[in-house]
């Protein structure tokens, strides 16, 4: 399985961008895939999952801000992202999890995904 995340880039606060993650190797109903970020100096945190199933999780710090969209089509998840804040500057990578959870707590969790993609960046200018 790899996943490909792109579609990051400079964008000025309050401003919107698109992630995508392609995935290959499963079909994208078949995984959970998470996105999580890693700012300067930070470490690695949660943003947003979506299951199997189609229940989507988000950290609280983005919610109403952010929304994860799956394409059966195009084997691809999408993270749009509005009204940007400089804080939220980081690499973001995308992830899957082949195994099935039955609680958000492990959605959340970076060790609970199996694949990685190999991050894009985000910058978030004031």
């Known amino acids: 399985v790899q996943l490909q995340a792109s579609g990051g880039g400079s964008v000025q606060a309050g401003g919107s961008l698109r992630l995508s993650c392609a995935v290959s190797?499963?079909?994208?109903?078949?995984?959970?895939v998470g996105w999580f970020r890693r700012a300067p100096g930070k470490e690695r945190e949660f943003v947003v999952a979506?299951?199997?199933?189609?229940?989507?999780y988000y950290a609280g710090s983005v919610s109403g801000r952010i929304a994860i969209l799956r394409s059966n089509a195009e084997n691809t998840v999408y993270l749009q992202m509005n009204s940007l804040k400089p804080e939220e500057t980081a690499v973001y990578y995308c992830a899957a999890a082949g195994r099935r959870y039955s609680n958000r707590n492990s959605f959340t969790q970076a060790q609970k995904y199996d694949y990685w993609g190999q991050g894009t960046q985000v910058t978030v200018s004031s």
């Open positions: 979506i299951t199997t199933g189609g229940t989507r």
């Open positions: 190797g499963r079909t994208i109903g078949s995984v959970a």
